[in-house]
């Protein structure tokens, strides 16, 4: 909840990454909130009342999981959302704003995605930013497991970075705007 909270504020990209790897993890508990408590809530050195708020966040989460049938795999409707508003501003970017930065980024890491797209066997319906999030979650996957990743795949997944870190800055820039309107 603390971490998440945090990304969430600060790096749209991240969060998502970091709620899929939540997701997992409660997977890994069979969903099962006393293994929650055993083997993540009481990591947290913070007092008791934070405790149960973190507790009381990943039994939410668990129940969503279950509501949405995401218990085997899938990600909560939530975080689904969020793609889709980064897949939303990807397009925004490239076509009405042209934003050159964003398409300089973009365009370097094409075919960096084709690549992934067709050795990931994805279909065509997997938006660029969701393709570009599942293989940095793999990444990820790969560096916890401590596997050897291959100095091309390093660079192609620095692409990736570098466009979803633009996308989650011009995403946070966006939210900043409209909270201000409405103030």
């Known amino acids: 909840m603390l971490i998440a909270r945090e ?24 969903l099962d909130i006393e293994q929650v408590d055993r ?36 990600h909560v409707q939530v975080v689904k959302n969020m793609v889709n508003e980064l897949v939303e501003l990807h397009y925004h970017l490239l076509n009405q704003a042209a934003d050159a930065k964003y398409r300089q980024l973009f365009l370097a890491a094409a075919n ?27 990444r990820l996957m790969l560096r916890l497991q401590k596997k050897e ?12 970075s570098r466009m979803l870190g633009y996308l989650a800055a011009r995403y946070k820039q966006m939210e900043e705007e409209e909270a201000k309107e409405f103030q």
């Open 149 to 160: 990743i291959h100095t091309q795949t390093e660079e192609a997944m620095g692409t990736f």
């Open 7 to 30: 990304k969430r504020r600060t790096n749209v990209a991240e969060y998502i990454l970091y709620m899929w790897q939540v997701e997992d993890m409660l997977r890994a508990l069979a």
């Open 39 to 74: 083997h993540v809530v009481s990591q947290f050195r913070v007092d008791e009342k934070t405790k149960l708020e973190i507790r009381e966040w990943y039994d939410n989460l668990i129940a969503m999981m279950r509501l949405e049938k995401v218990e085997k795999s899938g």
């Open 112 to 138: 960096n995605l084709l690549d992934y797209r067709r050795k990931a066997n994805l279909p065509e319906d997997v938006s660029d930013v969701e393709l570009a999030l599942h293989a940095l979650y793999g």
